[in-house]
T-cell receptor, first 113, second 112 residues
Framework: NAGVTQTPKFRVLKTGQSMTLLCAQD?????MYWYRQDPGMGLRLIHY???????AKGEVPDGYNVSRLKKQNFLLGLESAAPSQTSVYFC????????????FGPGTRLLVL | AQSVTQPDIHITVSEGASLELRCNYS??????LFWYVQSPGQGLQLLLK??????LVQGIKGFEAEFKRSQSSFNLRKPSVHWSDAAEYFC??????????FGAGTILRVKS
């Protein structure tokens, strides 16, 4: 099993450009999450999904959109990137609720110039 | 609102010395508590978790943590640190529903 994978690993964007981050999991997990990690702030939840076709806002959803068209994939979109979105993005998945262990991907490092 | 405080941003210990990383949480009900470790350039890996029962929890890599309700704490300990333990450590609380709230992290440096 590959677990949780993220594509791409690193990306540089110019302000105003758009991009999509892909997260895939092969553990048949129902729940998937997108976090951003910034120095001194830990991980903050952007959006999450409790199953195929569902999404919900987390702590810091502004400027991001998500889609969960297939159970194994969770996409994070930036429609118009801003320098404040420079961060490391982590995807995670879990079998059921958040009290279960969340399994994390290796992260995507995004730099917005 | 739920919150997690990790008071120490950086900690440096000598190899072979004991380690304690502090974590305090704020949560109204019985908390679900986690410790994760992040090695440089890697994702987060679960070290241990507390849901209920015995307040002393054993994890992987020789780590343990003790839940103290009276102090709202869930400190992580290891009796003898190895150089490979150098990493960033995150405490998290299950915030109800489908969410975890993470602390800001503690960076552990190990001196040889």
């Amino acid at each position: 099993n590959a677990g949780v994978t993220q594509t791409p690993k690193f990306r540089v964007l110019k302000t105003g450009q758009s991009m999509t981050l892909l997260c895939a999991q092969d553990m048949n997990h129902e729940y998937m999450y997108w976090y951003r990690q910034d120095p001194g702030m830990g991980l903050r939840l952007i959006h999450y999904s409790v199953g195929e076709g569902t999404t919900a806002k987390g702590e810091v959803p502004d400027g991001y959109n998500v889609s969960r068209l297939k159970k194994q994939n969770f996409l994070l979109g930036l429609e118009s990137a801003a320098p404040s979105q420079t961060s490391v993005y982590f995807c995670a998945s879990s079998y059921q609720t958040g009290v279960e262990t969340q399994y994390f991907g290796p992260g995507t490092r995004l730099l917005v110039l | 609102a739920q919150s997690v405080t990790q008071p120490d941003i950086h900690i440096t210990v000598s190899e072979g010395a004991s380690l304690e990383l502090r974590c305090n949480y704020s949560y109204g009900a019985t908390p679900y508590l986690f410790w994760y470790v992040q090695s440089p350039g890697q994702g987060l890996q679960l070290l241990l978790k507390y849901f209920s029962g015995d307040t002393l929890v054993q994890g992987i890599k020789g780590f343990e943590a003790e839940f103290k309700r009276s102090q709202s704490s869930f400190n992580l300990r290891k009796p003898s640190v190895h150089w490979s333990d150098a990493a960033e450590y995150f405490c998290a609380v299950g915030a109800g529903g489908n969410k975890l709230v993470f602390g800001a992290g503690t960076i552990l440096r190990v001196k040889s």
